[in-house]
């Protein structure tokens, strides 16, 4: 009779001790379904954002082959991932130099370009990457922006060489999968300034804190005027010995399909 009573609390407690186990188990399953599932989502978000960004570095590659008139047209496959890609933006790159006038016998302000240029932009999330000007930039929600791969802007020997990839087309793609993008030039045009003695850019972009930073880190310009409101950014430069400058614009569409 006692051990009649005695298998039975034992059975009684083996049974406790089953349903506290399994109840453990299945709270530290939610706990990690609840705080597991968006720290995974984070992470293919951070995974897609830098294939985007790698991505972005190959097509700049490409494009500056034409933008350097090495190649009339290049093609590019890109991968999506849920967001949107387009040739778009309203910004605006404008070059001002003081050269000097053997006539005159005195330097005199020339205006060496003044132009609206696209980008190539994906959106992903609050992301913006894009390839603005022969550069790779990158914008995150609420943050500055940052410089991926540098812009083809070259001072050496005292002589300074500006691009400016005019980029002309309108079309957008959104969703996930592969898409080609392809750009074809429509010939390099190169002026040639000599004897400058200052330079003067003017930038108005999405991305101008980062060309801010490029401009006076890289090319060691100071930046004179940053307008946030209008995204906007003045850099000048004197030089105490004469430099040449070279302006390469070079005009061409691209598509997205």
Do not use: C
């Not at 949107?84 to 370009?113: F, H």
């Not at 074809?184 to 101008?208: A, C, M, P, W």
């Amino acid at each position: 009779m006692v051990n009649t009573f005695t298998r039975s609390e034992d059975a009684v407690s083996e049974m406790v001790d089953f349903s506290i186990i399994l109840s453990i188990m299945l709270l530290a399953m939610g706990i990690i379904v609840v705080a597991g599932a968006p720290m995974l989502e984070n992470i293919q978000k951070a995974q897609h954002t830098e294939n985007i960004r790698q991505g972005f570095e190959v097509l700049a590659l490409n494009l500056n082959k034409v933008v350097q008139g090495s190649a009339p047209s290049q093609s590019v496959e890109m991968k999506m991932y849920g967001g949107s890609l387009s040739v778009t933006g309203d910004n605006y790159i404008s070059v001002d130099l003081r050269v000097w006038n053997s006539s005159s016998n005195a330097p005199e302000v020339q205006s060496a370009v003044g132009t609206r240029v696209k980008n190539v932009e994906n959106q992903f999330h609050e992301t913006y990457i894009a390839y603005e000007n022969t550069g790779v930039w990158v914008k995150y929600d609420k943050g500055n922006a940052l410089m991926v791969s540098e812009p083809r802007f070259t001072y050496a020997n005292n002589v300074l060489v500006i691009p400016v990839a005019n980029i002309g087309g309108g079309t957008s793609l959104s969703g996930s999968g592969l898409v080609r993008v392809t750009a074809d030039g429509h010939g390099k045009k190169v002026y040639r300034y000599e004897n400058v003695s200052q330079v003067n850019i003017s930038l108005t972009s999405d991305y101008f804190q980062a060309w801010a930073r490029y401009l006076n880190e890289s090319l060691q310009m100071p930046i004179v005027m940053v307008d946030g409101t209008n995204k906007t950014i003045n850099a000048s430069k004197e030089y105490p010995a004469n430099i040449d400058v070279y302006i390469a614009i070079s005009p061409m569409t691209v598509t997205i399909n």
